[in-house]
């Protein structure tokens, strides 16, 4: 099992639970990045992830994901090159929060990505549309599959995306005690064992062998 962290209590608190979820068993993290938003508070996610595989000693890293305008392909490559434990996961973005020119954001990802699967082995690619869902499929990069896709969209990506492929699937848990949970929240406990060990039995659902449970909610820090 794998962790989504969405840095809504920073960054820091972030890479505290990584540490600690290594300690517990899970297998690799992912950070998401944005830009303005209330919806986590990580705004590099190559720097946390980096930071994050300094502290640790086999948990794999991956971002979900670095929005394509935010550089380019050679010095995103740079970035992560000699670091066998990090995958990089990138994305259009949201419109919303995109600073580049608006033909930029239309006609710019599919160049800059086919560049930077030359360079960077392992990417994953962000999905949420089917026009993109094809450029990855045509270059063989597997899908980052977000919270908000249910089994009937995860099912029908899938199915636009093609045979075989090493996707990601963001899920929340079934069985979690969201009250406690935002008890924890409240007391700001410097420890984030108990955060952590709480989701150590917890169950999902998924069409996708890789599942990174989300451990945080989004917006003002609440669930």
């Known amino acids: 099992m794998e962790v ?43 720097e946390l992830a980096l930071s994050i595989v300094e502290r640790t000693s086999h948990l794999k890293v991956g971002t979900a994901a670095v929005p ?12 992560v090159a000699g670091c066998p434990r990090l995958t990089l996961g990138v994305a259009r973005g949201s419109k919303a929060e995109a600073q580049c020119r608006p033909e930029v954001y239309e006609h710019g990802f599919g160049p800059w990505l086919t560049e930077l699967a030359s360079l960077v082995d392992g990417v994953k690619v962000a999905a949420s549309s089917t026009p993109t869902i094809t450029l990855a ?22 199915a636009a995306w093609g045979t ?3 996707h990601v699937r ?3 848990p079934s069985n979690v005690d969201w009250s406690w949970m935002l008890s924890w929240q409240g007391l700001k406990l410097s ?26 909610a989004v917006g003002q820090g609440g669930f």
């Open 170 to 172: 963001v899920v929340l």
């Open 68 to 79: 394509f305008w935010r550089s380019a392909p050679s010095s995103l490559a740079a970035r």
């Open 137 to 158: 499929a045509s270059l063989g990069l597997p899908l980052l599959l977000g919270v908000e896709n249910d089994d009937t969209a995860v099912a029908s990506k899938l």
């Open 4 to 46: 989504f962290l969405t840095s809504v209590w920073g960054t820091r608190r972030s890479a505290e639970i990584a540490i600690e979820a290594e300690r517990l068993g899970f297998t690799g993290v992912w950070l998401a990045e944005h830009h303005g938003t209330e919806y986590g508070r990580c705004e590099d996610a190559v």
């Open 191 to 216: 420890d984030p064992g108990p955060y952590v060990r709480h989701l150590r039995g917890i169950t999902t659902t998924s069409l996708v062998r890789r599942q990174a449970v989300m451990l945080e």
């Open 164 to 166: 075989g492929g090493d």
